[in-house]
């Protein structure tokens, strides 16, 4: 039976994620992945392009992106509130000169 006529959402699990071979892992198109990382569509391209957030290529403009690579991305990304944090928030000393 062939798919035209189909509905657009036919396919697409009961949780809005279109779902890959294997059961149980989702895959979001990038308003969907770039709303889990919470994020703009436009900086998860920019991440995507630098090869930070791996992604599958549907067609030349559709990306699709798996959930286990936005964890992964989030994994690596982890700070865990050390010394690597306090350098971002740390003001600097003396008086502002502006």
Not at 2 to 16: K, Q, Y
Not at 18 to 41: I, M, Y
Not at 79 to 98: C, L, R, S
């Amino acid at each position: 039976m062939s798919d035209f006529g189909r509905h657009p959402l036919a396919g697409v699990a009961g949780d809005g994620l279109h779902h890959a071979a294997t059961p149980g892992e989702g895959l979001l198109n990038e308003r969907q992945a770039a709303a889990f990382l919470g994020v703009s569509p436009r900086t998860l391209w920019g991440l995507a392009d630098r090869g930070e957030v791996p992604f599958i290529r549907i067609s030349r403009t559709v990306k699709r992106y798996a959930m286990a690579d936005l964890r992964a991305y989030c994994d690596r990304n982890r700070v865990n509130g050390g010394v690597a944090d306090k350098q971002y928030i740390q003001q600097p000393k003396g008086e502002f000169n502006g």
